[in-house]
Structures are given as C-alpha cells and as structure tokens.
C-alpha cells in the first residue's frame, strides 16, 4: 500500500511541479526583446508550422499562467471582438476551426503579429509573458489545456461552464472570419 | 491494589435491547443530528440568499410541484411499513419483519426514481446562478440521506433474508425505522424551502 | 490610567524607534481615532486591573501558610460555603463589569459609526495591490482618478465609499480612523474627521495574496486651501514634455506595454487596469508604498517590478537599455 | 436462537481472569495486528503520537517565518511560499494539531475514567484514525510538492475561489477539511455514545469526572459546529470545480457567506480546543492541590454554558465587513459575556489552590502558567469584542498575540500538562521532573517574549500576514525579539521531546497511582491491560480511589471469551445490558483508503464520486457483514 501510494504522490507531484509553478519573473535572458519561436513564418494557405517552442507545456500545463491569460484577456479587451471565446466581429475561439493555426505557438504568432480583417498586432503592447497567457487562455477554450490547469469560473457573470468543463475541440485548420469582420478596413 | 470480592453479578443482563437502551442507537441518533446540522446550514444559505437577493429565485421560474409532491406523499406513505416493522421487529416476528423491509426497500427505490425527476422538475441548472447552485445543492444533500437509507434497509434486508435473524438484528431494524422518521422529518422543511418558498416570499 | 497610558506612550515610540509613518493606533490624529484611543486605554486600565488582581489572589493563594493534614476528602463545610459566595459574588462582578463595558463601548461604537454630514466623498477601489482613488464632485470635470495616496482636508468631514475590483481587502489608516472591509460585491462606508495637518500611512488590513505586504495608503492632510490647490492641479491634465529627453520618454511610454495598463491624461495613454500615472510625480511613494519615488527607485520598478514585489501585476517590460533616461525624464515630469 | 454464553468471570482466580481477559482483548502482534487493532488505547496512543508530530511540523512552519520576520525587508522566503507556510502553519495547528490531540486523550482516557473496557464503536474509531492520518499526510506531501495552500487557514473568498487561487492548492485544502472533519465528527459520537452508554454501574451524572464533562460538551460542539465549515468547504469545491456559484456576488452569491458559515464553525472550534483543556487542569489542580475540585457543580454547568454561547460569537470575527450597527453590538455582548462562565472556573481553580495543599510537580507548573496566560489573553479578548477597538486591533499582530494566548496558554500549556500527568499511565514510566520544570521555566519565558511583544506590534499598526514590512517601520527590533523568543520556545519542545525519548528508553517502573490521584484511570494498570481493568468497577462517589482506599468494589458475570462492555443507564449508570465490543479488522483501515480515494479524487473531477461510491458501499457492506456463526457484531 505504501508503494502505490508513494507512486501515486511521484506521480501527482510530476504534474502538480508544471501546474503549480508561480514563476511571475521570467528569466530575462530568455524573454528578450525577440520573440522565442519564428513567428512570422506562418503563410495562410501554405508555408510549415512554426517549430515547436517547447514551451507549451510551460504555459498550457500551469494553471497560473493559464489564469493570468483569461484576466489579461479581458484587461486587454480581447473580449470586444471575440466575445467570451463565441466570437462577435472576430471570429470564435471555442470552437475546432482556426484560421491561421490553433497551436500555442500559432496563437502567440497570431497575437503578436496581429492579422488581416481586424485583428491588431499587440507587438509591443503587451510583453511576451503576457501574450503566451493570453494564448494559453485561448487554447484553454477549446479545452485544449490539461483540465487541472484550466481556469474555474469568474467572480463575474460567467456567460459559459468553466473552461475545464467546455467540449473539447482538437484545432483543425478551417474557418473564416465573420462577416462584421471582413468590412473594409 | 487490593480487591474486595465483586459486589454484584451482572450475569443475568440481556445482550440487546430497544431504543434508546442500546448503543448502536444512540450513535444513529447522533448521526442524525450532525445530518440535521449540515442539512440546517445549507437551508440557512439557501435563506441568507434569498434575503440578500430582491429578485429571489433570480431569472428561474420555481421549481415543478408534481414529482415534489409525490415525494411528499411517498415519504408519509413510507410511515407505514416503518412503523410497522420498528413494531413487528421489538415483537422479533421475523416473517413480517422480512416483508416489510422488503417493501420499505421498493419505496426507496421509488423514492430514488422520483428525486431523479425533482432535479430535471427545478427548472434551473446548478451552475446557472447562486439560486441554482443552493437548491440543487440542498437537494443532494437531502438525496445522501434517501440513498444511504436505501442501502441500510437493503443491508438489512439482505442480513434477514440471509438468515441472519438474531436478537440483535431486530434492533438493526429498529434503528432503519427511526432513520426513515428522519429522512421524512429532514425532507419536510427541504420541500417548503425548494418548493414553497419561491411561490410565496416576496421581499 | 492616565499614568499607565504615560507610560506606555512613553514607551512604545521608543521601541517603535524610526518610525516616521506615525501608522499606530496610540497616536491619533482626529477626533474619531482619538474616541478609539481613548475607548483602548479604558478597557486596558480596567482589565489589567482585573489580571493583576488575579494574579495577586493567586500568589497569596500558592504561597499563604496552611494546615497540616493529607485526607484529600476532609474538606471544611463552612470554608467552601464561604468559597461558595465569594466565587458567586466575583461571577456576579464579573457579568456587570463585561455588561458596562458592552455599553461603554457601544456608547463610542454609536458615535463612531452613525453616518454623519457626508462632506468630502471619495470612492476607493481595492485592487491586487494598488487602491484606486477617486475623488467625486457633482462637477465632472472635478472628478479625477489618482493611485495609493490620499490629499484630505483637514477640519472637513470625509467619507469613504469603499469597495473591490478583485479580493477582499481593508481599508486601514490607524491614526485616523478604524478599519473597514473593500468587498467585491458590496460598497461599505466609512467616516472621520482629521485635525492635524501631516502624513499618515496605513495598509491593507485583511491578507489579499502574494503582495498584501506591499499594499500601503498614504494619506496627506493638508489645510483646506492647500488641498483645493491640490485638487484643482490634480484635475488638469498631465504636463506636456518640455525637453527632448521628456518627449522622446512619451514615446517610449506610448509604444510599450505601459500604455495598455496606465492612464495618462492628455496623452493617448488610456489603460485602466494599473494605477493612473497623470500626476505620478506628485506622490512621494511608488508601487502602493513599496519604494520611495525617487529616480533611482523608479528605474528599479521598471527594469525590475518582479524582483522588487514580487507577483505584481506589472510585468517585466523590456526596454532598450537607451530608452530607460528618456522614460524617467518624461515620468519624473508628470508633476 | 440459543446465545453461546461462554465462559463468564465469576468466580475465575485473579490471575486465570486477567490472562484469559488479556487474550480475549488483546491486538495481536505483527504488522497485521497493527493495521487491524481497536483498542482504544493504541489508536489513542498514535492519535496523540500522529498530533504530536504535526505539532513539529506546524512549529517548524512557524520558525520559517519568524526567520523572514525577524529583519524587515528579509529575502529569505519568498511571499508564495510565506503565504503557503502561514496557511500550512494556521491549518495544522488548528485541524491537525489541536482538535486531534485533544480527540486524542479523550479516546485514550475517556473510556478508562469511565470505567469501560473500549470506547464505544472501535471500528469507527480506527476508521476515524486512518482518515484523520491520510488527510493529514495529504496536505503536507501537497504542501512539499508546491500544492500547499495559500490563502490562509480561513480561506477567504474570492481570494480562494476559482478566479483567485488557480490550480489546485486550495482543493486540497478543502478536501483537508473534509477528512478531519469526518474524523473529529467520528470520534465525537464515540466519547458522546461512550459517556452516555458505557459508564461503570454507580458513576451517576454528578459522578462523571471534569475532563469526562469537559470532552462530553466537546463532543456536542463538534457535532454541530463542524458540519458548517464541512458545508462551506463542500461549496468552495463546487464553486472551483463545478463552476457553481455561492460565492459569486455577480451571480446572487455572497462573499460574506463564506465567512458566516467558516466563523460559525471557526469560533465554537476555539471552544473545541479550550473546553478539554479546562478538563485537564481541573484534574491537574484537583490531584495537585491535595482536595476536590472546588465547585464541582459551577464547573460543570460553566463548561455547559460555554459550549452553548460559544455558538453565538461568530460575528466578532467580521466586524470589519460593515454588518449593520446594532447587530454587531449584540455580538460585543454576547462575546463578552462568555467571561462570566470561563471567569468561573477561574474563580473555582483559583479557590481550589488556595484551599488546597499546592505540590508544584511539572504538570501543577504548566496548569499556573495556564491561569496566568489564558487570563491576559481572555481579557484581551473582552478588547476585541468591542467593535470600535476591533477595527482597529482586527487583523493586526495584537490578535495574533491574543489567540495565541488562548490557543496556547490556555490550550498547549495544560495540554502539555496533561502530558505530564498523564504520562506514566499510557507508558508505565514517569518523565523527569528536573527536565520537565526546566521545560516549563523555558517554554513559559520563551512563549511571553514571542507573543507579549506582538501586542506592541498590533498597536503599532503590523497587519497579520504580511511576508515583510519596512525598514523605516520601527517594527524591526521587536519582531526581532519575537523571532528570538520563538527560538526560545521551540528549544523548550525539544527539551520535551528528549525528556519523552529519554523516557521511554527507560525499563518501565511507574506505579499504578504516582499522583495518588482519584479517577478511575489510576485503578487501571500503568499502562493499562487490553481490556483495562480485570473487573469492572463500582463506583460510589465522585472521587473512588480517595474514598474507596480499601479496593474499588467491582462487579462480575461478563464474558471473558467475547468482548463484552457493560452498557448502563443515561442518568444514574444503572447496569442494563451487556453488549458486545467489536474485534479487531482490516475493514476500517480498507475503508480509509477508500474514502481517501474518494476525497482525493474529488479533487480533480466530480465522477470521483460517481467512481469511488461503489468501491465505498462495498467496502462498508463488508465491514458491517456479520463474519462469525455466532453473531458478534
């Protein structure tokens, strides 16, 4: 009994070591001025994924990071477009499709460099700590994040179930942006 | 230390007994109380709530009256075979005992069917708003106590049908009546609190 | 008493060596912290009376000289009737003393808290780890949002409204006043009057997270004159840069991340989630009372926050090491 | 169906009885024996072993962050993990300290004062003690692996909820909540049940010992201020994991209930740790002044009355929220009237010194140092029932001074007491004397110079909780102080722990009576046989061993083949049944685990309860299946 429960807590403490690190001052000889992954390599309808950051699991798998996002989401106004994930003048973030890649290190690029039909580039609005929680967050949903380290529900009027609890979508490349989107700019 | 001689001879004490001369009875008594206390806290949020909220029960319409009702009915209904049995148990007839427990088994079951329709009858989801999460939260708290009666008459049921007819089984089944009492005494404030409430209290 | 309150206010600021922040509940700075004080010296004098009275009885009690004898049972009828009333009789004071205390106390609670004349009124909203301070006017163009340091006037009654943006947090300046809750959700209010003009510090009372530490209100009484001065320069906007240095800072400010949190009055700077920075140079403390604001403290909070209060919400920003002078030039300009 | 009588004591030679009672009693031997033992005594035993050690862990918590404070603007811990060591510091003490150990003497000795063979339900017991370790092994392997809760032993919302806190450090902490909570409600209706139905024939109402009164009102507390916090923890989980919303003021929640539901547990619980306290020191000063406790009947009827007002303070807990005027008055009142009946004992203690025939053994040293300190922070108390000082004193260090005076001289000093007191009868060996007076002389001075000083803090305007404070705060030199009577103190529990080591590395040699002292406890051997005494006492007065210095009259014509406990009547402990006392088995233990299970499993989704109920119910039908032919459950 002893021993399954020593595995038992290995186990619990290898993922609890990700979920609940609360490092709130990133190395500055890592987060430097250039973003960490080749952000701009992405060319809709061709052109390779960027290569994995490896730093996925940093920020997806770390419900600190995680809730940092969902705060700077609404903070930051990510709201005023895409709703609370449904999508409004942007395009939906709950669901499966993803215009320009559903991947973490998509999402930054998306943040980052801004696209076309509205999405600004917060290139220098926010700092990169923020943008990899905020796309953390996004990715969280599509319950795409492991469900210990999603969000719980707001002390706000919550127009959705926790993230931890929403159907997952597994991101597929599809989707467009909506129509109020797509006004000229 | 020295010992003088024993000075009286308990030899001749019965191993069992009734009510409240028996231990095991005193410990569902208590258990009983502590359920009591938990279930008073969670009907005292559900009134602190509604007090502090002027549009009680906020945007949900009150919950169904049927499937409560039925319950209602069903649970004083349940007094019957329970006071039966608690009667036939103290005379230790063993035959009637079996049926009636047989049948307080069924009522459970029923019972359960029917709580399963008073959560869809409650017209709001648990996590809609604090209306929703305090009703439904009373409601299970008073469905532990209907299923964990369930499960003591049928373990009871099972030790009578199994042969496991001694002396002190019958106070097992006593103790089971005076669970049921509970069950009934605790769902009655529940029911005027989920269901009578919200048509009556205007703030 | 009043020797015993001598003493101890003789006492404690000398343990309290170098405390210029006169953040104490014994040195009171207005007539409700004073009702305060005074209502803490009453209940101290007669309940230290009662320990030392205890304590007395007690050591006759060890110490007096007795009979011999090892019968534990042989107990005396007449001694124990008589113990009997004496325990009765000290139960009896006991309950009356508790009772006059309870009114004496519900005497000042009356007067402490019927809400009075409204006169100056702000709302102050707590936040992760900062207060956000606004002043109200009926007048618009009066109203105006500052961060962490509070200009009163003196003589002036004041009221408080006071509530939440995230946790609970309370609202705490002893030498003024008690403490009150910020809550989510609800709006609590609270009155006082201040009578010497001065600086008086106090902090979040009720633990809020990572940084409650770190969560300090500055409060500065001035003469009514010098606080409509203060007032009507607050709700200006933020001083045009003058000097190359002071415009090239704007420009760093506006395209960086500063601009997403921090308002800046006058400027296209509009962020709301962090502290209004309009008149930042006119406070004296910087991260709600973490540093002095002094150029060099100020560069440290901005290279960096992280290091200095750690779990902040103000994220570690990286700037071109030339960028930094221009930034504090334009910072230190917003007077 | 005929009853298998077996063979009953009557008659049997004093010798033959007690080999055949200690068989019949005992735990058999092995690693098996252990895990499926319900005796009283040993769950007792590693009930106040298991605190013991909590107690450890809590203090060293506790040095951690005297070592942050003792400098201001110190960098040796950061505010994270300060936040989690004052929550691990704070929920230790409290749930898995003080309410355990004092559960634990009153399973350990309840049934021995009362003159019984095991408590009532040893099953439940043992099960009780499981959950009770798993639940505390839980949140400290969390606590180690970066889980720890940081919020604070209360918990407030929203900083607790799900926006808030991320992750899952308060989850667990919750579900802490709900073992202790189960275990502590366990044991209490074991001493109620065991109170109530298994007192030797004669022990009247008026008979039962204080300590027995003192555990029995406990008991009754438990079971009702418990099942708040239980409610509120179970909220917090659904409003973090189900995204439910009692808590969510945009919602129709309310923050406040939170703390309505936790201070209506949370100021009974102070009550929980006090009231056995006040049971230890009236034996302690009862046997150490030489006479009966004076005022047998105020006693008592004090302890009663507080455990009744103790339900009615809560609110002075809250009086910084902004609650309506009048209302928070009364709770001045109320909180202030909870003198009168802790005055009384006081007053009772205080006449009984000073009728008595004072010997200041260690345990009569802790006991003073306890009327000393417990009477400072009681009236500091009467301070911070006055709502205008309260929002000024609230949540500063001059409470933390106050509840420590309480918690500590009015709670650990008799407890430690106690520990002396009792000592020889759950070891056989008496501690030393010399070590014990310096422990008292250490531990009296070192806990005066942490806590006396933090008054002066609180008044000078140090919040609670803070991870460091300024340089130019003046704080400096007496948190200092602090810090260095907190080394103090600590040194004085390795001087107890040493003095326990040295001990029991001793060949057991204390009498059965060492204190000639007069409860029944002392009749048992040192340390008590499995089943306590060869023959049930009788007893005829309040005090048997000084009035019956013959030999206790007993009673025979139990079974010495089964486990038999004679079961008595409520009032005057007339003998009515002989029922019989379950035997050991592995099932609590196996239940434990499944509960555990359950509980951890909640954690991290709701279908732990759909999953683990069936495993549950199963364990439970097998625990509760008669095993033996003959019917013996």
């Known amino acids: ?185 | 230390m020295s010992e003088p001689g024993p000075a009286a001879d308990m030899s001749a004490l019965p191993k069992y007994a009734f009510g409240s001369r028996m231990t095991t009875w005193w410990g569902s008594i208590l258990l009983i109380v502590m359920e009591s206390a938990a279930l008073a806290y969670a009907c005292g949020s559900y009134l602190y709530l509604a007090l502090l909220n002027p549009d009680w029960p906020l945007s949900a319409p009150p919950p169904d009256l049927l499937w409560g009702n039925l319950m209602t009915v069903l649970m004083f209904a349940s007094l019957v075979p329970a006071t039966m049995a608690k009667k036939y148990a103290q005379r230790e007839d063993k035959r009637k005992v079996q049926i009636l427990l047989v049948v307080l088994c069924t009522m459970g079951t029923i019972a359960c069917v029917i709580r399963g329709f008073e959560f869809g009858a409650l017209n709001v989801r648990w996590d809609t708003n604090a209306y929703g999460s305090v009703v439904w939260f009373i409601l299970v708290v008073h469905t532990t106590h209907i299923v964990a009666d369930l499960i003591d008459t049928f373990f009871v049921t099972a030790l009578f049908l199994t042969g496991h007819t001694s002396g002190k089984r019958f106070s097992a089944v006593e103790d089971d009546a005076v669970f049921v009492y509970f069950v009934l005494a605790a769902w009655l404030p529940v029911y005027g609190l989920i269901y009578w409430f919200p048509r009556v209290w205007s703030p | ?335 | 169906m005929p009853d298998i009588e077996g063979q009953l004591d009557t008659g049997l030679a004093p010798d033959e009885l007690r080999a055949r009672l200690a068989l019949t009693w005992g735990t058999a031997g092995g690693i098996w024996g252990a895990l499926t033992t319900v005796d009283h005594k040993i769950v007792g035993r590693r009930y106040i072993v298991t605190a013991f050690i909590f107690l450890g862990l809590g203090g060293l918590a506790a040095m951690a962050m005297r070592l942050q404070l003792s400098r201001p603007e110190a960098n040796l811990i950061s505010p994270d993990l300060y936040d989690q060591l004052f929550t691990m510091h704070g929920t230790t003490m409290m749930f898995l300290f003080a309410v355990p150990v004092m559960e634990a003497f009153a399973v350990y000795l309840v049934p021995l004062m009362v003159g019984t063979r095991n408590i009532a339900f040893p099953r439940l017991n043992a099960f009780s003690y499981w959950v009770y370790l798993f639940g505390g092994v839980m949140i400290w392997v969390a606590f180690a692996l970066n889980i720890g809760a940081d919020t604070g032993w209360f918990a407030y919302v929203p900083l607790s909820g799900p926006e808030f806190s991320p992750g899952k450090r308060v989850d667990f902490w919750a579900q802490m909540i709900t073992f202790t909570e189960v275990s502590a409600l366990a044991i209490a209706v074991e001493v109620i049940v065991t109170v109530f139905k298994q007192r030797a024939p004669g022990m009247s109402l008026d008979r039962i010992p204080l300590f027995v009164w003192a555990q029995l009102v406990t008991s009754f507390a438990v079971l009702l201020a418990m099942p708040a916090v239980m409610t509120g923890s179970t909220m917090l989980i659904l409003d973090r994991l189900l995204g439910m919303h009692f808590f969510n003021p945009a919602e129709g929640g309310d923050a406040l209930l939170w703390q309505h539901l936790f201070w209506f547990f949370g100021h009974p619980e102070v009550y929980i740790i006090f009231l056995p306290a006040t049971g230890m020191v009236s034996e302690i000063i009862m046997v150490f002044s030489r006479r009966p406790a004076f005022g047998y009947l105020y006693l008592v009827l004090s302890i009663i009355a507080v455990g009744f007002l103790s339900f009615g303070l809560w609110v002075h807990h809250m009086f910084a929220t902004g609650l309506p005027q009048l209302g928070s008055a009364l709770f001045t009142a109320s909180s202030a009237l909870i003198a009168v009946p802790n005055g009384i004992q006081i007053f009772c203690w205080v006449a009984t010194l000073w009728d008595g025939r004072p010997r200041f053994a260690t345990p009569m040293l802790f006991a003073i140092g306890f009327i000393v300190t417990f009477v400072f922070g009681g009236l500091s108390g009467v301070m911070l029932a006055s709502v205008p000082i309260n929002t000024q004193v609230h949540d500063t260090y001059f409470v933390v001074a106050h509840f420590h005076y309480v918690l500590i001289g009015g709670s650990v000093f008799p407890l430690l007491g106690a520990t002396y007191y009792w000592f020889p009868k759950f070891s056989g060996r008496l501690l030393s004397e010399r070590l014990g007076q310096w422990h008292f002389a250490l531990a009296f001075i070192g806990f005066n110079l942490t806590f006396f000083p933090m008054h002066l803090l609180g008044l000078g305007g140090m919040p609670r909780r803070v991870y460091t404070y300024p340089a130019n705060s003046g704080w400096g030199d007496i948190n200092l102080l602090v810090s260095g009577g907190a080394l103090l103190f600590f040194v004085s529990f390795m001087l107890f722990g040493w003095n326990v080591i040295a001990a029991l590395r001793r060949e057991p040699d204390a009498p059965d009576n060492p204190w000639d002292a007069p409860g029944l406890e002392w009749a048992a051997a040192s340390p008590p046989r499995p089943h306590n005494f060869d023959r049930i006492p009788l007893v005829a007065s309040r005090h048997p061993l000084w009035s019956d210095r013959g030999g206790l009259l007993t009673v025979s014509g139990l079974s010495v083949d089964t486990r038999e406990v004679l079961v008595t009547s409520l009032a005057e402990a007339r003998p009515d049944l002989r029922e019989t006392s379950p035997r050991s088995t592995i099932w609590p233990l196996i239940s434990a685990i499944a509960t555990t299970a359950l509980f951890i499993g909640t954690i991290f989704t709701q279908w732990a309860v759909v999953w683990f109920a069936v495993p549950m119910t199963a364990v439970l039908i097998a625990w509760f299946w008669p095993k033996q032919a003959v019917d013996d459950t």
């Open chain 3, 1 to 335: 008493m009043r020797a015993l309150r001598a003493a101890i206010i003789a006492v404690v600021p000398l343990l309290l060596a170098g405390c210029d922040r006169h953040q104490s509940v014994i040195l009171p700075a207005g007539p409700e912290a004073v009702t305060l004080a005074n209502l803490f010296w009453s209940f101290l004098a007669v309940l230290m009376l009662i320990w030392v009275l205890v304590l007395l009885v007690l050591a006759v009690g060890l110490m007096r000289s007795r009979p011999i004898g090892d019968d534990p049972l042989a107990l005396q009828p007449v001694a124990e009737q008589r113990y009997g009333r004496i325990v009765s009789a000290l139960a009896l004071a006991t309950g009356v003393i508790v009772v006059g205390l309870s009114l004496v106390s519900y005497d000042a609670q009356a007067r402490l808290f019927s809400p009075g004349d409204a006169g100056l009124t702000l709302k102050i909203v707590g936040h992760q780890w900062w207060w956000e301070i606004q002043y109200e006017d009926a007048d618009p163009s009066r109203t105006f949002t500052t961060a962490n340091e509070l200009h009163l006037p003196v003589g002036v009654p004041i009221t408080l409204k006071l509530t939440s943006s995230d946790v609970i947090h309370s609202f705490w300046v002893p030498s003024l006043m008690g403490k009150m809750d910020a809550i989510t959700g609800r709006e609590n209010q609270v009155q006082f009057t201040i009578e010497e003009p001065g600086t008086y510090r106090g902090q979040c009372a009720e633990f809020c997270g990572a940084q409650h530490a770190h969560m300090a209100i500055v409060v500065r009484a001035e003469t009514p004159e010098d606080f409509s001065d203060w007032r009507t320069a607050q709700t200006a906007p933020a001083a045009s840069p003058d000097t190359d240095g002071e415009k090239a800072g704007l420009e760093v400010f506006l395209s960086n991340p500063c601009v997403s949190c921090h308002a800046i009055r006058g400027t296209p700077a509009g962020g709301r989630t962090g502290p209004d920075l309009t008149h930042l140079a006119s406070r004296s403390m910087l991260g709600a009372g973490t540093l002095p604001l002094t150029r060099g403290a100020l560069a440290a909070w901005i290279t960096d926050p992280q290091g200095t209060k750690p779990g902040v919400h103000m994220p570690l920003v990286m700037l071109r090491p030339a960028d930094l002078h221009p930034l504090l030039d334009y910072l230190e300009s917003l007077e």
């Open chain 1, 1 to 185: 009994m002893k021993r399954i429960a020593i595995v038992m807590v290995l186990a619990l403490g290898i993922s609890a070591c990700e979920r609940e690190d609360r490092e709130t001052r990133p190395d500055p000889a890592v987060s430097g001025m250039e973003p960490k992954v080749t952000l701009s390599s992405i060319i809709p309808g061709g052109g390779s994924p960027p290569p994995p950051s490896g730093l996925a699991g940093q920020y997806e798998g770390n419900a600190y990071h995680v809730s940092q996002g969902k705060k700077y989401y609404t903070w930051f106004n990510c709201n005023g477009c895409h709703a609370n994930g449904g999508g409004d003048s942007g395009p939906p973030l709950m669901d499966d499709t993803w215009i320009y890649g559903g991947d973490l290190e998509e999402i930054v690029s998306t943040i980052y460099e801004g696209r076309p039909n509205g999405m600004p580039s917060f290139r220098g609005k926010l700092t990169d700590e923020q943008i990899w929680q905020i796309a953390a967050f996004v990715r969280s949903l599509g319950n795409n994040v492991p469900s210990d380290a999603a969000s719980g529900r707001n002390d706000d009027l919550n127009p959705h179930p926790p993230e931890g609890q929403l159907e997952s979508q597994p991101p597929i490349d599809g989707g467009t942006a909506p129509p109020s989107g797509q006004m000229p700019q």
